[in-house]
């Protein structure tokens, strides 16, 4: 049996968009595959907004600590796919050896949402909303199937 891909999602502060990106395609190739996300400048804790709209759809990230992208780098972590979310983070990646594919799909900042609690978790919902589709579309050509995650 041939070792699992294994997928890295990166994002600035991998508080946000990354961990989102985590959680559902965990979800999406039900453990067939090795999922990481990490930040070229981890934050110190996932954004409580995002925690409480994940924990809506029933992943609880409470639990999570963003981790640095140039640690898994430094501990010799290989990756067969790497994903940025972010529009920033695409240049600034390290290279990693053995990649098979760069994947850059940007998503809205949710440390950038605006207004009252609501009006922000509503910004982040819609965020969460639009990387859960992006993940769990069932069309024949979208990334899971495209990065060959489900064999």
Same mark, same amino acid.
């Given at each position: 049996?041939?070792?699992?891909?294994?997928?890295?999602?990166?994002?600035?502060?991998?508080?946000?968009?990354?961990?989102?990106a985590e959680a559902y395609l965990k979800k999406r190739?039900?453990?067939?595959?090795?999922?990481?996300?990490?930040?070229?400048?981890?934050?110190?804790?996932?954004?409580?907004?995002?925690?409480?709209?994940?924990?809506?759809?029933?992943?609880?990230?409470?639990? /999570?600590?963003?981790?640095?992208?140039?640690?898994?780098?430094?501990?010799?972590?290989?990756?067969?796919?790497?994903?940025?979310?972010?529009?920033?983070?695409?240049?600034?990646?390290?290279?990693?050896?053995?990649?098979?594919?760069?994947?850059?799909?940007?998503?809205?900042?949710?440390?950038?949402?605006t207004g009252t609690r609501e009006e922000q978790l509503?910004?982040?919902?819609?965020?969460?909303?639009?990387? /859960?589709?992006?993940?769990?579309?069932?069309?024949?050509?979208?990334?899971?199937?495209?990065?060959?995650?489900?064999?």
């Amino acid at each position: 049996m041939s070792d699992p891909l294994n997928v890295l999602i990166i994002c600035r502060h991998n508080s946000g968009r990354s961990q989102i990106a985590e959680a559902y395609l965990k979800k999406r190739t039900g453990g067939r595959v090795q999922v990481d996300s990490a930040g070229l400048e981890p934050a110190a804790a996932v954004n409580p907004l995002v925690v409480e709209v994940m924990k809506e759809e029933g992943f609880d990230l409470s639990h /999570k600590k963003p981790q640095s992208v140039f640690e898994l780098f430094k501990q010799g972590r290989l990756f067969d796919h790497v994903v940025t979310v972010c529009s920033d983070t695409e240049l600034q990646c390290p290279t990693y050896p053995g990649i098979t594919q760069r994947w850059h799909v940007p998503f809205p900042d949710p440390s950038q949402a605006t207004g009252t609690r609501e009006e922000q978790l509503t910004q982040v919902r819609a965020i969460r909303d639009m990387i /859960k589709t992006w993940l769990l579309s069932p069309e024949p050509d979208d990334f899971v199937f495209k990065a060959g995650l489900l064999g």
